[in-house]
Every structure is written in structure tokens, then in C-alpha cells.
């Protein structure tokens, strides 16, 4: 029988001390059942200004998509910030973490921004931008896409306390939904929606979840489409990534950066 080691209970009463309690797992479901259906500006706007904010509190938040290596969005979503504050203070980040990483995807963990003496020290420039703005309480995650050409960005600023660690647990369980959500509503206004393998974002999705275990039935009842459907999205899956079935097609997808 496999016994966990020392490191790994640690590593699981931590996650489990984190993670919040059946109130709160209502509204993720909700988030996630209403972040499926958003094809659209309008409906991410709203994900956010309810569910997101339900689980938690902001006055402002912003996500986009930026190519891998560039210091800019190529494509955004504004939810309340004012346009200079948007500008400088996102600029201000993805440049200064640009400096410190190759990405700013390659921050695995959700970035915490409550102490500005604090983030004034370790990042002039964005400390400087968020004291200038009335920019408090900030709380940034993002998500690589297939092939790591381009990655999502979240933003939440405006929290009415200091970021929870419970808070952060949130932001990295709900962040794959969100870039979904994204992915659909930025499709078609910016290169960052496909991969380099020109899967399109329902092969993405498709993808993933294949990485995941998930059979063709469980698919389909994810994304509410016809196992058939799901079975030619797999074979399309395969041709563009040049592999002969589904098991060769989940390795090739776990040999890439992201996974």
C-alpha cells in the first residue's frame, strides 16, 4: 500500500486548510455552469460582476490575452477600471514581470499584491503606479495556452481587505474556466486564440479534457454537445497535432510547457 510521505501530508493539510467550505463550493458551481455558456463582451462582464465577485470581492478587474514574450494585451476585457488606471497599472506589471521571467504565464501561483510598501521595494514601477491610481488589495492569475504561444490574464483590484490565502485558493481553482470563458469571447478579434497547432478553442477545450481523463460521454455532458460531435473533434484533434489516436494526441498535449 502507498504510503504518503511526510511532504505530501503537509502539502495536503495546506490544501485542504485552504479550501473553502460547501456555501462557497455552491457558488463555484454556479460560476462554472454560467462561465460554459459565455461566447461574448457582455457575458464575461457579467461572470464577473456577479459570480466572480460573489466568491471574491472586487470593484475592478480586467483580463486579456498577451503573446508569450510580449509586454502587452493584445486583446482585453475592461470590468471598472478607469482607462489610465487600467493602462499604467497592467502595463506596469506585465513589463516589470517581463524583467524577472521569461512569461509572466510562468508565475504558477496566484500573485498577491496587499502590502504597496512592500510591493513599492520589490517593484518599483508597479508600486509607484498603484500608489498613483488609489490601486489596493490586487490580486493577479493567469493561464498558458496550448502550445504556450499566448496566455490569459486575470485582474482583480479594489478588494475591500487584504487577499485571503483562501482568496488565492479560489482564484487558481476558478482560472481555467475563466480562460475559457475568455478564449471564446476574444475568438476572432486576436491571433492569441489558437494555438500554434491551429487548434481552434473548442479543440482546446477538448484537449484538456482529454488530459484529464475525461471519456467522450463526459465530455459531451461538459460542454453540452453530442458524443459524436465530441469523437470528430478528437479525430480533427489528431490530424493537427500529426498523431495517429487519442492516447498519442494526450501525450504529445502533456509533452508541451503547459502541461
Not at 503537509?10 to 456555501?23: C, I, N, Q, T
Not at 466572480?52 to 486579456?64: D, N, Q, S, T, Y
Not at 496550448?146 to 488565492?168: D, K, M, N
Not at 476572432?188 to 467522450?216: D, F, P, V, W, Y
Request: hydrophobic share 35%.
Amino acid at each position: 500500500m502507498y504510503a504518503f510521505s511526510e511532504m505530501e501530508c503537509e502539502a495536503k493539510s495546506v490544501r485542504e486548510s485552504r479550501r473553502p467550505g460547501w456555501p462557497v463550493g455552491e457558488r463555484i458551481l454556479a460560476l462554472l455552469e454560467e462561465a460554459r455558456s459565455v461566447n461574448g463582451e457582455e457575458g464575461l462582464r457579467l461572470l464577473f460582476q456577479r459570480r466572480v465577485k460573489e466568491l471574491i470581492p472586487h470593484r475592478m478587474a480586467a483580463c486579456g490575452i498577451s503573446a508569450s514574450g510580449k509586454p502587452w494585451l493584445q486583446g482585453r476585457v475592461n470590468i471598472g477600471f478607469s482607462g489610465s488606471r487600467l493602462h499604467h497599472v497592467l502595463v506596469s506589471h506585465l513589463s516589470s514581470t517581463k524583467s524577472r521571467t521569461n512569461s509572466w504565464e510562468d508565475h504558477h501561483d496566484v500573485q498577491i499584491f496587499n502590502d504597496l510598501m512592500l510591493i513599492k521595494t520589490e517593484d518599483p514601477d508597479l508600486g509607484k503606479a498603484m500608489e498613483h491610481h488609489g490601486i489596493r488589495n490586487m490580486i493577479v492569475h493567469g493561464l498558458s495556452d496550448i502550445g504556450s504561444e499566448h496566455g490569459s490574464y486575470f485582474c482583480l483590484a479594489q478588494c475591500p481587505g487584504p487577499i485571503t490565502e483562501e482568496q488565492a485558493y479560489l482564484m487558481d481553482l476558478i482560472t481555467p474556466h475563466l480562460h475559457r470563458a475568455l478564449l471564446r469571447t476574444l475568438d476572432g478579434k486576436t491571433n492569441g486564440c489558437r494555438s500554434k497547432h491551429h487548434l481552434t478553442i473548442r479543440e482546446q477545450e477538448i484537449l484538456r479534457a482529454m488530459c484529464l481523463g475525461r471519456t467522450n460521454k463526459e465530455i459531451a455532458g461538459l460542454l453540452a454537445i453530442s458524443s459524436n460531435t465530441v469523437r470528430n473533434h478528437v479525430s480533427r484533434i489528431c490530424k493537427k497535432l500529426k498523431v495517429a489516436n487519442r492516447t498519442m494526441a494526450v501525450m504529445k498535449a502533456r509533452g508541451l510547457r503547459e502541461w
